[in-house]
């Protein structure tokens, strides 16, 4: 089974539709207009082709926004994140086939603190789409009149979630748990579990907690995440996996010593290896984040932070410890070789000794460009891109 992780920067339905241009003359309208839809062109299909290249069976967005709500309610389907949700998965179907679905997203965290970014409020909820060719939605809520419950009477989506979900399913995620209140606070972000089984045998389950760790206190979410009262079943596998916000990318740095302590027992941590490029800054673990375009180079394009993981716990059942892996997925530099590069050139063209290509050309909307963290540089040339996110997405084998 194959599930794959990515924290899309502010993730909403502006990331991958373009924006019309108002405000300035005729000619410089249609301009910008015609900019931002490339833009967002280039956005979408690096996010399709790579959840295509990766055989993803299951793919989370982490950090999509949200609308004002309580943790656990249903996500404003016309708010940016979820809608966009709902168009990447129309977007899904095109390319990859009508078996895609989404569980509709649950807000993560309250209204109470939230996200403060330029001095806007607002909450986050985690999109999870699978391919019910290979895997089907379990739950572990279900749907109800007033919004997803533990118990109750089944009640059928409405409205935009009547179309992301198979016609017969009442089933929801949840971000709930059993006397635990806070991660670490009680208004953090919470995890999203999302439960699945595979359609092929042997039949095992996964239950999915998606994580967006709290930005300041990392460590001590992941603690909170460790009290989870987590039941071992032979053919099931618990796969806690995101963005922990705790950087494990060194084995004496103190990010990685709190995971090792946090997970002392039952649970195996997946990090991703190292990334081989021709100057391999990262021995230990690869690295997870990038830069902006305009900061990056050929040689310089990631940061020296891995925080984008996942801790695992297998059932009797549920297979081979050895033979599950977590790949961080970087087209700059075409690791893994088999999923292939989102540039037009290969990061070799760049460095080469003779004749390199300029790195403007690298940082354009045709190679990192759209790929690195968002940078919005009105001086900047046309070509520069918004980016898509300052994490690589992980791939999980389990």
């Known amino acids: 089974m194959k599930v794959l992780v990515w924290n899309i920067k502010f993730f909403s339905s502006s990331r991958i539709v373009g924006q019309t241009a108002t405000g300035y003359a005729e000619a410089e309208n249609l301009s ?100 019910s060719k290979n895997v089907t939605f379990t739950g572990p809520w279900i749907n109800t009149a007033t919004g997803p419950a533990a118990a109750g009477t089944p009640a059928a989506y409405t409205g935009a979630y009547a179309n992301v979900v198979p016609a017969d399913s009442t089933w929801a995620g ?45 460590a001590r979410a992941a603690d909170a995440i460790r009290r989870i009262g987590f039941v071992d079943a032979a053919k099931k596998i618990i796969l806690i996996a995101g963005d922990f916000n705790v950087d ?24 991703p290896g190292p990334i081989q490029t021709f100057y391999n800054r990262f021995p230990q673990f690869g690295p997870t984040m990038l830069r902006r375009g305009p900061d990056a180079t050929p040689g310089n394009y990631s940061k020296n932070e891995t925080l984008d993981f996942a801790l695992i716990h297998l059932g009797a059942e549920a297979g081979n410890i050895d033979n599950c892996l977590c790949e961080a ?32 050309r690298f940082r354009d909307r045709f190679n990192f460009g759209k790929i690195g963290t968002p940078a919005g540089i009105p001086s900047a040339p046309a070509v520069l891109a918004d980016g898509t996110s300052d994490h690589l997405p992980i791939l999980l084998t389990v």
């Open 248 to 271: 494990v990318s060194a084995p004496t740095g103190s990010g990685y010593l709190s995971m090792n302590s946090t997970f002392s027992k039952g649970f195996a941590k997946l990090y």
């Open 329 to 360: 997925i970087d087209r700059v530099a075409q690791t893994p070789s088999r999923i292939g590069r989102a540039m037009s050139y290969a990061l070799s063209d760049f460095t080469r000794g003779d004749n390199p290509i300029p790195v403007d």
């Open 32 to 131: 910008r207009t015609k900019n931002d839809a490339a833009r967002a062109l280039a956005t979408l299909s690096y996010i399709v082709s790579t959840v295509r290249r990766t055989a993803a069976d299951v793919f989370v967005v982490v950090e999509p926004r949200a609308s004002a709500g309580e943790p656990g309610t249903l996500a404003d389907s016309s708010s940016g994140g979820p809608a966009g949700l709902i168009l990447l998965l129309a977007h899904l179907r095109s390319m990859l086939g009508n078996t895609w679905y989404l569980v509709p997203p649950q807000r993560i965290n309250s209204t109470q603190i939230d996200i403060i970014d330029g001095g806007s409020r607002y909450t986050e909820c985690i999109g999870v789409f699978w391919n």
């Open 174 to 218: 949840t971000t709930s748990f059993a006397d635990i209140t806070g991660f670490p606070d009680p208004t953090s972000r919470r995890p999203f579990l999302t439960t699945f089984t595979e359609v092929a045998a042997p039949q095992r389950t996964l239950e999915l907690y998606s994580v967006h760790c709290d930005t300041a206190n990392g």
